[in-house]
C-alpha cells in the first residue's frame, strides 16, 4: 500500500503508483507521477510536470523539477522524465527542459546522483552513471551510460560525455569527451582511457588493447582526424566499440577534448 506522512503534502491531482513511500513534510506537486515503489524521503520537494519511474530512492532535502535556472524559461509546460531504479542524494537539483532544447530534462535508469549535483535544463543522461558530490552540468548536456563524473565537477552547457568515460574530481570540461576516455584538469584534457571502468564492465584484453591502439592513432599519431578515423576503422573492421569512438569523434557539434 502507499504510505504518505500525516506531515507530507501531497497535491490530490498528483499520480502515485502502488507502494510508494512519501516522507515527513515533503511536498508532492499536482503534475507528477511516481511509478511503484517509490521512496521519498523527508523534507524532498517534486513539482512541475515530473515523471519518476519504478524504484527510484530519493533522499531528504533534494529538490526535483523546480523551474530551469534559464532567464528565457517564460513559464511553459516542460517535463522532468526519470527511468527507474535511481537514486537521487541530499540536496540534489533537477530542472525540466526548455523550447531551446525540446522541453525535456531526461534521466535513464540506474544512475546514483550524488549529494548536491546539479543537472540543469534539457540534460539527457543514460544508464549506469555516477555524478559525484557537487558535480554540475550544464543546460543541454548529454551523458551517455556507464559514466563517471568526480566531484565537483563542471561540465558546460552543450557538451556531450561518451559511454564509459571518467571526468577526474574538480576538472572543467568544456569541449566533448569521447567514449571510454579518462579526462581531468582545468580545461580538461584527455589522459587515456578509463582502463578500470573497462575492466570492471568485463572488457576482454583483446577488446582493451583495440581501443589503446585506436586511441593512440586518433590522438597521439599526428594524423588529421578524418584520417586518423579513416585509418582506425581499416585496422579495426570488427569493433563496434572502435566504430562507436569513431562515429562520436566524427558527429561532435562542440569539438573533441585533446
Do not use: W
Not at 75 to 87: A, P, V
Not at 112 to 136: F, K, S
Not at 160 to 179: E, N, Q, R, Y
Request: charged fraction near 20%; glycine fraction near 12%; proline fraction near 3%.
Amino acid at each position: 500500500m502507499t504510505k504518505i506522512h500525516e506531515t507530507a503534502l501531497v497535491d490530490a491531482r498528483a499520480e502515485l503508483d502502488l507502494d510508494v513511500e512519501v516522507g515527513a513534510y515533503s511536498v508532492i506537486g499536482p503534475k507528477v507521477k511516481l511509478g511503484k515503489g517509490t521512496r521519498i524521503r523527508s523534507h524532498v520537494v517534486i513539482e512541475g510536470n515530473t515523471t519518476l519511474g519504478e524504484r527510484n530512492l530519493i533522499f531528504q532535502f533534494a529538490t526535483v523539477g523546480s523551474v530551469p535556472q534559464d532567464l528565457k524559461y517564460k513559464g511553459e509546460d516542460s517535463q522532468l522524465i526519470i527511468g527507474h531504479h535511481n537514486t537521487i542524494r541530499e540536496f540534489a537539483s533537477l530542472n525540466p527542459g526548455t523550447t531551446g532544447g525540446g522541453m525535456i530534462t531526461r534521466i535513464g535508469n540506474h544512475n546514483l546522483l550524488m549529494m548536491y549535483c546539479h543537472i540543469a535544463h534539457d540534460c539527457i543522461l543514460g544508464n549506469h552513471n555516477i555524478i559525484a558530490n557537487g558535480a554540475t552540468l550544464g543546460g543541454h548536456v548529454v551523458v551517455e551510460d556507464y559514466v563517471i563524473v568526480g566531484g565537483l565537477v563542471g561540465v558546460h552547457q552543450f557538451v556531450k560525455v561518451g559511454t564509459g568515460a571518467i571526468l577526474g574530481a574538480g576538472s572543467m570540461v568544456s569541449k566533448d569527451i569521447p567514449p571510454y576516455c579518462n579526462a581531468t584538469g582545468d580545461r580538461a584534457k584527455l589522459r587515456g582511457l578509463n582502463l578500470e571502468g573497462l575492466k570492471r564492465r568485463g572488457f576482454n584484453q583483446d577488446q582493451i588493447e583495440a581501443l589503446k591502439k585506436a586511441y593512440r592513432i586518433i590522438f597521439q599519431s599526428g594524423l588529421r582526424t578524418r584520417e586518423a578515423l579513416e585509418k582506425v576503422r581499416l585496422e579495426f573492421p570488427d569493433s563496434p566499440e572502435i566504430e562507436r569512438m569513431a562515429l562520436f569523434i566524427e558527429t561532435s557539434q562542440r569539438g573533441i577534448c585533446r
